[in-house]
């Protein structure tokens, strides 16, 4: 026996644990937002909404060439039939079908106000009217012959489809973008052409890879144009995988103004991005001077798109202005791929290239199957009536004298001819004008055909390749109604590569002015405007003070080196003004909490340094190799327990170090390893102490230092003779007049 049911509660109100109601019902929401609404079929491409937007206007017979009917019609029947939910969420879906800007092949053709690219909205649907177009009924061509399966309406007073005979590729066509509860879809529309014929590759090589197909379709096909510059690699991934992304960027040319003066002209922009929005976002910019190339934008859009670039002068290369805009605007845009679809309208699987072009075959082929049932039953209904009737002729005076004697002639017409009560029916209810010989010869006529197509028929549903010969056909007559020859079916996305430009793109983004970078003892840094700043004046935070200053322009990178050895790098242009006292290095960058700054310069290519560690441990480094691209810097030396201590230029060809115990030692550059990172190489050598400073100069030119009283000491020739030595040796006590400080400036 099974376990007892508890009784209801004398109160009617049975308790539930909060956690089992909660799951329960957000599982129900979840499963209706997956699959009721935010999902696309694979078979179909289509969401509830749309499906019973189209079946609503097929009910109204709103053919391609029928009259238009009010919006407000189609909304309302729908709703009230189909689908019970806000009639502006139905009307937005419907627009949506309409716009050429938002569908790739719009499947329902408006007349009226139906938005823009611009970002303005429809008309209220009392003003406008539609019907559907072409590309509309292919998708539900046959749904009255038993193509698709029906169930009941939310009130179960009506039928609706469960997915329509989709005679178009719809799902990779127009694509599809929605958001469910857990998860998303967003796929690209593409070229019906293309698909067609990946399709058609699919049927008569069934074993083929997405490498077969994507010769077929190289890409998405946006409504709105542009230029893709998604390499091939990332594409084929993309459609492999089912995830990952296409980047798109406007069309442009450049148009002449005379006397050496040009225009850009932008004619398509990418797709999704609204028009109006995209302009201010340019003007914005232009008004923050963060565009230094651009002098100007212009709107001049009628029916197609037209906006005008205006550059800052006529040497302005376009390439790089246009770069400039597509590193700060939406005339550069990525569009996510997530082709995650219903599966036969129930299981939700993110799906490569392949498998969604074979369940729309497969559901092609379902509706051949399910259309020819239809019609072979429609056609041995019609052989039986006309078997009957062409019995009637034969015996036509037997049939007149039955149907006049007998009070019920049905019965004896079927006893006395052997035939059917649907037989009998239709020889009673036959006109008397009928009875003449042509008609007996129609008859004849009729019944072989039929019975020819019956026999194809049942020719087709025994044999497979049959069938894929007629879904083949079928798409191959799309392919031709939609070819790339007809202004519907020509590609308007083209595919291009990012060109190389004469300069750094993130100059051209920066206005280039003079500043003078100033960073303090305790490591805050800002920038002043301008060169030749009197730094005399300048206010420190607490007893704070000045350790570097040097001058530079807002479009540089500023290197900066640290006791541990590594390096970072700034923006000049993102560094707070000389209002205040600045900001300090470590909200910038990843500090270690030990570590403090002790080299600031401005990075110049090709330029070498000379780093050197407080036990004279050194080595040459470019400034290339100084570049950090994060915040946690870069490790260029291994210091282990000393510090870095010196980052100096070179500009010699020998060095000059000299170290704690007052001896100078000069030998040749080339003894000096240059590398990219390490531990250097030792300089000079100590019993005990380190490294107070060093410089590189040229032998010929000679040692050079400056005293404490601002007087220039050199020593050339066979003056620095007694000094010149060889890399890690310890060097000799320094001439008369060298600084007490052991530093060369003093």
């Given at each position: 026996m099974g376990k007892p049911v508890d009784p209801?509660?004398?109160?009617?109100?049975?308790?539930?644990?909060?956690?089992?109601?909660?799951?329960?019902?957000?599982?129900a929401y979840a499963l209706?937002?997956?699959?009721?609404?935010?999902?696309?079929?694979?078979?179909?491409?289509?969401?509830?909404?749309?499906?019973?937007?189209?079946?609503?206007?097929?009910?109204?017979?709103?053919?391609?060439?029928?009259?238009?009917?009010?919006?407000?019609?189609?909304?309302?029947?729908?709703?009230?039939?189909?689908?019970?939910?806000?009639?502006?969420?139905?009307?937005?879906?419907?627009?949506?079908?309409a716009q050429d800007f938002s569908s790739r092949y719009p499947l329902v053709d408006g007349q009226g106000n139906f938005g823009n690219i611009d970002g303005d909205s429809a008309a209220a649907y009392r003003y406008t009217e539609a019907r559907m177009t072409a590309v509309a009924r292919l998708l539900l061509e046959g749904i009255d012959e038993d193509a698709v399966s029906f169930r009941p309406n939310y009130d179960g007073q009506n039928e609706e489809p469960i997915v329509l005979p989709g005679a178009f590729p719809n799902l990779l066509a127009n694509g599809s973008q929605g958001i469910a509860v857990g998860m998303a879809t967003s796929i690209p529309p593409h070229n019906a052409a293309e698909l067609c014929a990946a399709a058609i590759e699919l049927i008569d090589n069934p074993a083929a890879t997405v490498e077969d197909l994507i010769k077929h379709v190289p890409g998405p096909d946006f409504p709105t144009g542009g230029t893709i510059v998604e390499s091939p690699a990332s594409l084929l991934e993309t459609y492999r995988t089912g995830r990952g992304a296409v980047r798109t960027?406007?069309?442009?040319?450049?148009?002449?103004?005379?006397?050496?003066?040009?225009?850009?002209?932008?004619?398509?922009?990418?797709?999704?991005?609204?028009?109006?929005?995209?302009?201010e976002k340019i003007a914005e910019l232009l008004n923050e001077k963060k565009l230094p190339l651009l002098a100007d934008v212009r709107d001049e859009s009628a029916e197609d798109v037209r906006i005008v670039l205006e550059p800052r002068a006529r040497n302005v290369e376009p390439a790089l202005l246009m770069e400039a805009l597509y590193k700060?605007?939406?005339?550069?845009?990525?569009?996510?791929?997530?082709?995650?679809?219903?599966?036969?309208?129930?299981?939700?699987?993110?799906?490569?290239?392949?498998?969604?072009?074979?369940?729309?075959?497969?559901?092609?082929?379902?509706?051949?199957?399910?259309?020819?049932?239809?019609?072979?039953?429609?056609?041995?209904?019609?052989?039986?009536?006309?078997?009957?009737?062409i019995i009637a002729f034969l015996n036509l005076d037997e049939v007149i004298?039955?149907?006049?004697?007998?009070?019920?002639?049905?019965?004896?017409l079927m006893k006395r001819f052997d035939i059917t009560e649907v037989q009998a029916n239709a020889i009673l209810d036959t006109r008397l004008r009928q009875l003449r010989k042509l008609e007996e010869m129609e008859l004849r006529r009729e019944h072989d055909e039929l019975s020819k197509e019956k026999a194809d028929i049942e020719a087709l549903l025994?044999?497979?390749?049959?069938?894929?010969?007629?879904?083949?056909?079928?798409?191959?007559?799309?392919?031709?109604?939609?070819?790339?020859?007809?202004?519907?079916?020509?590609?308007?996305?083209?595919?291009?590569?990012?060109?190389?430009?004469?300069?750094?793109?993130?100059?051209?983004?920066?206005?280039?002015?003079?500043?003078?970078?100033?960073?303090?003892?305790?490591?805050?840094?800002?920038?002043?405007?301008?060169?030749?700043?009197?730094?005399?004046?300048?206010?420190?935070?607490?007893?704070?003070?000045?350790?570097?200053?040097?001058?530079?322009?807002?479009?540089?990178?500023?290197?900066?080196?640290?006791?541990?050895?590594?390096?970072?790098?700034?923006e000049a242009s993102k560094l707070p003004g000389g209002r205040g006292f600045g900001e300090p290095i470590r909200l910038m960058v990843d500090l270690d909490a030990e570590a403090e700054i002790m080299a600031a310069f401005p990075y110049i290519a090709g330029q070498k340094r000379l780093l050197a560690a407080k036990d004279s441990?050194?080595?040459?480094?470019?400034?290339?190799?100084?570049?950090?691209?994060?915040?946690?810097?870069?490790?260029?030396?291994?210091?282990?327990?000393?510090?870095?201590?010196?980052?100096?230029?070179v500009e010699g060809d020998h060095v000059a170090i000299v170290g704690e115990n007052r001896l100078l030692l000069t030998f040749p550059l080339a003894e000096v390893a240059e590398m990219p990172r390490g531990k250097g190489v030792r300089l000079q050598r100590y019993k005990e102490g380190g490294i107070v400073d060093l410089k590189t100069f040229n032998l010929a030119d000679g040692l050079s230092w400056n005293d404490s009283s601002g007087r220039t000491f050199n020593l050339k020739g066979d003056e620095l003779l007694p000094w010149l030595g060889h890399r890690a040796q310890t060097g000799r006590l320094p001439p008369k007049g060298f600084p007490r400080s052991n530093k060369f400036t003093g």
């Open positions: 209801t509660p004398p109160n009617g109100i049975e308790a539930i644990p909060l956690r089992d109601a909660l799951e329960e019902r957000y599982l209706s937002t997956i699959m009721h609404r935010a999902l696309p079929d694979a078979r179909d491409g289509m969401k509830p909404v749309h499906r019973r937007i189209l079946y609503g206007m097929h009910l109204l017979r709103l053919s391609p060439d029928a009259p238009f009917k009010k919006s407000a019609k189609i909304v309302g029947d729908v709703m009230g039939t189909f689908h019970p939910h806000g009639d502006q969420a139905i009307y937005d879906a419907l627009v949506r079908l960027r406007a069309r442009w040319h450049k148009e002449e103004t005379g006397r050496g003066g040009y225009v850009v002209v932008v004619t398509e922009i990418p797709y999704g991005v609204q028009k109006s929005r995209l302009i700060l605007t939406e005339l550069e845009t990525r569009f996510s791929v997530n082709m995650n679809v219903l599966i036969d309208g129930k299981v939700p699987r993110v799906c490569g290239l392949v498998e969604l072009l074979r369940a729309f075959l497969d559901h092609r082929r379902d509706v051949l199957l399910r259309r020819s049932r239809h019609r072979l039953a429609k056609i041995e209904a019609r052989l039986e009536i006309l078997g009957g009737l004298r039955i149907i006049r004697e007998e009070d019920e002639p049905r019965p004896v025994a044999s497979e390749a049959k069938q894929w010969k007629t879904v083949k056909w079928e798409i191959g007559q799309v392919a031709k109604a939609f070819s790339k020859d007809t202004p519907l079916g020509k590609r308007r996305s083209d595919f291009g590569v990012v060109g190389e430009v004469s300069m750094d793109v993130a100059e051209a983004l920066i206005e280039r002015e003079p500043i003078t970078v100033v960073v303090t003892q305790k490591g805050w840094i800002r920038a002043l405007k301008g060169h030749g700043v009197d730094l005399s004046n300048l206010q420190y935070k607490g007893d704070d003070g000045l350790a570097f200053a040097f001058p530079t322009e807002t479009t540089a990178k500023i290197l900066l080196l640290s006791t541990d050895g590594k390096a970072f790098t700034l441990r050194g080595f040459i480094v470019s400034a290339e190799d100084l570049l950090a691209t994060t915040r946690k810097g870069r490790q260029v030396m291994n210091v282990d327990d000393a510090r870095l201590w010196l980052a100096q230029v």
